[in-house]
């Protein structure tokens, strides 16, 4: 988060102010004091000072939002980052018939708040949203940060900071206990992972829950996923886990050669990503946007950069860890079924089948039938959900039955 010198001063954040666990306060490197950046916990130091939105603001805020996503051929999305004001604005919209699209939802969790109260709070919440475009039943864990900002949790040093590896947002042991602790509940679990020691210590506390409580269906879900050791990619199918990559970001570009490569060095840079590795282990991959840090978030533009590993503009023709690419079927599948899978849908959508509810999109291509680099070219002509068209082309003419 960036933050001016009023937002800093109002919230009593000077130079002789520690870093929070979890987080850091960057600061100018003469004289000490901060420079506007929050990285990761830091930025709870000015939540009292920063003004709420408005209920209006939330509602208009989720309607434009459903608009963008039903014109870019999405019907359903998973909100990882719910609080009480987030809810309460879907629920308006949802009593309303307002909503136009599936929404899942997953509540944050902090370490430092207890889990037994945390987890009344999301089985509380469970209760009480059961309308059948919003529901939330899932919970949501930062493990560590993110590698532009010094803050993934890695196995090896940074490049750029020898001995440096960070820390993770929940000490390992408190992670284990609290996997255990939801998993017992039946509550799935959302991580944010970056880091390759990150993914090491989720998977651990995973499988503690999973000596404790037995095997379940609690289809856990693993987001980002830019570092992983080609082992515990193979832990991932054994604790039955469900990979959420974003293939948006399986490129070359400015973010690689001016953060990637002199963060992690260059051996760690090229391997960014696996995707086909985990579809090789039989790992069930459910691929997302991490919208809004993504836009636009269009699902035809991740499909091919995932099937090329190249940009949509290319500006360089390396491929980013050529050897991950994955073919065209699994990432339609990857953005379908599986993702009606990962939130407990798949026997009312994900795929065309009698029976089912009709969230069914129209493009006016065939993908398989045009060049792998035109993909993202394609136009969604038709959106429909539940049978209900929610978007049509200005030029599209087609009938439906």
Known sequence: ????????????????????????????????????TLRET??????????????EE????????????????????HDAMLDAQAIAAFNALAEKDQLKMRFRGAIALEPEQG??????????????NIHPYFQTRAAKIFVDGVVEGGTAYLLEPYEHKPEFLWKPIWDPEILKDACVALD????????????????????????????????????????????????????????EVIGVPQPFWFKIDDYYSELALPYLGKER?????PMQSFIDAGVIIASASDFPVTIPFDPLIAIQIGTTRLGIVETTEEVLYPEERASLED??????????????????????????????IVLDQNL??????EIAKTKVLLTLVDGVEVFRASDFNGLYQ
């Open 269 to 273: 840079a090229a391997k960014q990503y």
């Open 115 to 128: 889990i037994k109260r945390q987890i009344e709070t999301v089985l509380k919440e469970r209760t009480k």
């Open 184 to 239: 017992g509940e039946n509550i799935q679990i959302h991580f944010h992972v970056i880091g390759d020691a990150a993914a090491r210590i989720t998977l651990d506390a995973l499988e503690s829950a999973h000596k404790a409580n037995g095997s379940r269906d609690s289809r856990h879900l693993i987001t980002h996923l830019q570092l992983v050791e080609p082992e515990d990619i193979e832990r991932f199918k054994q604790l």
């Open 42 to 55: 830091a930025f709870k130091l000015i939540e009292g000072v920063i003004p709420d939105h408005s209920m």
């Open 1 to 36: 988060m960036w933050v001016n010198s009023v937002t800093l001063e109002r919230a009593q954040i000077t130079k002789d102010t520690p870093d929070p666990d979890g987080g850091r306060i960057e600061r100018d490197p003469e004289t000490g004091q901060p420079s506007g």
């Open 58 to 77: 939330l509602k208009n805020a989720l309607l434009a939002y459903q608009e963008m996503a039903n014109r870019a051929g999405i019907t359903m999305s």
């Open 368 to 373: 398989f039938e045009i060049p792998g680099n």
């Open 331 to 360: 990432l339609i599948t990857s953005f379908t079924y599986n993702g009606a899978y990962a939130n407990f849908l798949e026997n009312e959508t994900g795929s065309i089948e009698v029976g089912k509810q009709a969230d069914i």
